[in-house]
């Protein structure tokens, strides 16, 4: 089986020469995607789609935690309640993807396939909200988005992605508000703890804000090869979408207001920033958390009497402990084993062999940095549970460093481009004025557009990075996915 070790070796480009081709490489061999006939569209394969159930069940918890109840919205949206809100409309109409048919017969309004739901969870509004005591309504939910992107890959940027999007209503500004920060914290928490993923809380520039919001906040992550990654987003509409469907209840006070929305998102491009935060060339690095496997079993000499019982028994003892396990007993080589089961990211692997047995232990292996360790097969559950955690303290420390090895200040647009040819790609921290022509000027002679601004101010200089007049805030600027 050497051939075939060799072959799992080779079939990955190296990140440092390719980082793209390397991107490819592991979401196709670690089997997450298969390409379709309709262009930008993907087939999320079983253990790539494995990966967003985990992701999905975590969210969903905490989403309910919080008093989040999930609903289900159709998929297709009349022109006519698309156009109600002006600037969303416009901001959405370059990827927006129309129905004009129904069967043989020509529709008398088109319908637009859902690129995001607000102005349908308006239409329900107007209908359930009536009085104070109607509100909030604290909604979700899982579905499917279609926009039309000119540039796509996979995970990354495709035409269909799945989604949670989240949508509330309020009878203040206050609460909406609240709630929109609230959800931010709980997207940045679960990066965190879930994917091992460290990001920065920030809010949008004006010119960057989505479509149709007062506001809008992000998480952004940095990838191995230094280029951001928004991971989640939250946005604040005021009363704008109310006031343009005509949602309105009757306060305590008896008298009529118009409530205050929000909605939070988070897609299958969450599998795209675990991939290129904690990928190596010999596959994928899976935090414990979403992983569809957190511990492959991989016995030696299984011709040899009491080992495959033996592995079972663990097999047994490891699931029955609460752990996702796979006992791999096939007729391939434990090598063939060991370079398959990196390639797909498996936090820990555990062998066990006739001398192990012997010796009443078995060794684990983690993914993340290599190290094996022998251990007891007395309350080896156990062991393994603190290793699992090792893997995420591990991979979160390391993605840690490389976001803060990545990370610049700088004091003028030449010192950007500098650091940004010397160093290579990263998070540049730098002082704005808060003017557009300023953020447009530093993408344009830099190639870094601003990310957000950081919640985590810092006070680098007095003056705008771009212009030197008097500065308003810090922002992150960086070149992104």
Not at 152 to 172: C, D, K, N, Y
Not at 222 to 231: S, T
Not at 281 to 310: C, F, Y
Request: hydrophobic residues 40%.
């Amino acid at each position: 089986m050497a051939k075939n070790e060799k072959k799992m070796v080779d079939a990955i480009t190296s990140m440092d020469e390719d980082f793209a081709q390397w991107y490819t490489d592991i979401v196709k061999k670690a089997e997450l995607i298969a390409y379709t006939s309709v262009k930008g569209c993907m087939v999320i394969r079983p253990y790539g789609y494995a990966i967003w159930e985990n992701i999905q069940r975590i969210l969903d918890g905490m989403f309910k935690e919080t008093g989040h109840v999930n609903v289900n919205m159709p998929m297709f949206i009349p022109e006519s309640l698309l156009q109600k809100e002006k600037d969303h409309v416009e901001g959405f109409a370059p990827e927006v993807a129309w129905v004009t048919m129904g069967g043989e017969n020509k529709l008398e309004e088109r319908l637009c396939v859902r690129p995001t739901s607000e102005t349908l969870f308006c239409d329900h509004y107007k209908d359930i909200v009536h009085s104070y005591r109607d509100l909030p309504k604290l909604y979700n939910q899982w579905v499917s988005v279609v926009r039309w992107e000119k540039t796509t890959r996979p995970f990354l940027r495709s035409r269909e992605f799945l989604w949670q999007e989240g949508h509330t209503i309020h009878a203040t500004a206050q609460e909406a508000i609240d709630e929109t920060e609230r959800m931010l914290n709980v997207y940045a928490q679960f990066c965190e703890d879930a994917l091992a993923i460290p990001v920065v809380k920030g809010r949008k520039t004006e010119s960057d804000k989505f479509a149709g919001a007062v506001a809008t906040y992000a998480i952004e992550a940095l990838m191995h090869d230094g280029k951001a990654l928004q991971a989640g987003t939250s946005h604040y509409f005021g009363d704008g979408f109310a006031k343009a469907f005509d949602i309105q209840f009757a306060d305590k006070d008896n008298t009529l207001k118009y409530p205050h929305q929000t909605s939070w998102g988070m897609t299958t491009r969450l599998i795209g920033a675990i991939i290129m935060t904690h990928g190596d060339n010999n596959g994928l690095v899976l935090p414990p958390a979403v992983a569809p496997i957190q511990v492959v079993i991989v016995p030696a000499a299984m011709h040899k009497e009491g080992v495959l019982d033996k592995a079972h028994e663990i097999a047994d003892a490891l699931t029955a402990a609460g752990l996702r396990v796979k006992l791999d007993d096939s007729e391939n080589s434990p090598g063939w084993k060991f370079a398959e089961y990196e390639m797909k990211g498996v936090p820990v692997r555990v062998e066990i062999g006739p001398r192990d047995i012997a010796a009443n232990q078995c060794v684990i292996v983690t993914r993340h940095n290599g190290e094996k360790t022998a251990v007891s097969l007395d309350d080896l559950a156990a062991s393994v549970q603190a290793k699992l955690q090792e893997v995420h303290d591990g991979m979160y420390a390391a993605a840690l460093e490389n976001r803060k090895n990545r990370t610049f200040s700088c004091t003028t647009i030449d010192e950007i481009r500098q650091t940004l040819e010397e160093k290579g790609d990263g998070f540049i921290e730098a002082m704005w004025c808060g003017d557009e022509a300023c953020e447009d000027e530093v993408k344009a002679q830099t190639g870094a557009g601003s990310r957000c601004i950081p919640f985590e101010q810092k006070q680098l200089s007095d003056k705008c990075v771009c212009c030197g007049k008097p500065a308003k805030c810090m922002v992150l600027w960086g070149k992104a996915y």
